[in-house]
């Protein structure tokens, strides 16, 4: 079974600047949520889509970060503009019977 | 609000020690709860998890028992091996909103 697809792995941008991250769960989780982990810390929980709804996005900085899901399936994760504070690992992890989530490799993002 | 909390690490052994890893978590109602383990560069594995009181969740040669009385979760390995050097993460799940919780992770290095 394929698990949970990211891309990309790594991203170096400059603040101000715009990024966007891109996520594949494992086929037939209806659950999709986007972590940030800062360095040293654990993950943080950003947003959590239910099939292509938000369920839970109170964590999200929605002046500068979006997401969206599209068709239940895909999502995607942008930040514009970025600063430095932004710099972490933006992980996408699926899930089939919540709370048990799976995890992609994550996207390591550096603001400069 | 839900909360975990864990040994702060590095924890440093040698191989074919015994390891215990410290996990308390402050939650109302009843949570499920999960030992993640991140190996460098990788996401999060889901390496075990107990879902009531008393439940005993293993893998691998580590176990965690779900203790309601002492709000506990700790994790052990009989003989730890120089490949389990990794992070790892003890987190619940909320009940009423079903995302995850993580402690700060507690850092393993095994030497040969």
């Known amino acids: 079974e394929a698990g949970v697809a990211q891309s990309p792995r790594y991203k170096i941008i400059e603040k101000r600047q715009s990024v966007a991250f891109w996520c594949n769960p494992i086929?037939?989780?209806?659950?999709l949520y986007w972590y940030q982990q800062i360095l040293g810390q654990g993950p943080k929980l950003l947003i959590q889509?239910?099939?292509?709804?938000?369920?839970?996005d109170s964590q999200l900085p929605k002046d500068r970060f979006s997401a969206e899901r599209l068709k239940g399936v895909d999502s995607t994760l942008k930040i514009q503009p970025a600063k430095l504070e932004d710099s972490a690992v933006y992980l996408c992890?699926?899930?089939?019977?919540?709370?048990?989530?799976?995890f992609g490799q994550g996207t390591r993002l550096t603001v400069v | 609000g839900d909360s975990v909390t864990q040994m702060e690490g590095p924890v440093t052994l040698s191989e074919e020690a015994f390891l215990t890893i410290n996990c308390t978590y402050t939650?109302?109602?009843?949570?499920?709860l999960f030992w993640y383990v991140q190996y460098p560069g990788e996401g999060l594995q889901l390496l075990l998890k107990?879902?009531?009181?008393?439940d005993k969740g293993s893998n691998k040669g580590f176990e965690a028992t779900y203790r309601k009385e002492t709000t506990s979760f700790h994790l052990e390995k009989g003989s730890v091996q120089v490949s389990d050097s990794a992070v790892y993460f003890c987190a619940l799940g909320e009940p009423d909103t079903d995302k995850l919780i993580f402690g700060t992770g507690t850092r393993l290095q095994v030497f040969p």
């Open positions: 939650a109302t109602g009843y949570p499920s």
């Open positions: 992890a699926s899930s089939l019977r919540r709370p048990e989530a799976f």
């Open positions: 107990a879902t009531k009181a008393d």
């Open positions: 889509f239910q099939n292509n709804g938000v369920v839970d």
């Open positions: 086929s037939g989780h209806a659950t």
